[in-house]
Nanobody, 121 residues
């Protein structure tokens, strides 16, 4: 099993910054990848940013490119999402994700409990 513990988030003003961290523990493998998703009330969970297998540079959802930066510390099984120039539409519950691959085209996803980010006008 995999456990994901998130920290950070909270309240920010428009144009402000927040950071999210996620630590993975348990059965974490070298080939596993991690990232962040978010879900606003009444909406489906959506991709924000994640590391892709065999790539050093993370992928970002278009609306956060240039504002959010995802980094990782492989030795600590930790990722950090730095969110700058925040907008009201960034308000969501943010979920840490760990993807464990069974093959190149199939995997299991594990999720953290979620952390609230609220950007106030």
């Amino acid at each position: 099993q995999v456990q994901l513990v998130e920290s950070g988030g909270g309240l920010a003003q428009i144009g402000g910054s927040l950071g999210l961290s996620c630590v993975a523990s348990g059965n974490v493998g070298i080939g596993d990848t991690m990232g962040w998703y978010r879900q606003a009330p009444g909406k489906q969970r959506e991709f924000v940013a994640r590391f892709i297998r065999d790539h050093e540079i993370p992928n970002y959802e278009d609306s956060v490119k240039g504002r959010f930066t995802l980094s990782r510390d492989n030795a600590k099984n930790t990722i950090h999402l730095q969110m700058n120039s925040l907008k009201p539409e960034d308000s969501s519950v943010y979920y840490c994700n760990l993807r464990k691959y069974r093959s190149s085209s199939s995997w299991n996803d594990y999720w953290g409990q979620g952390t609230q980010v609220t950007v106030s006008p």
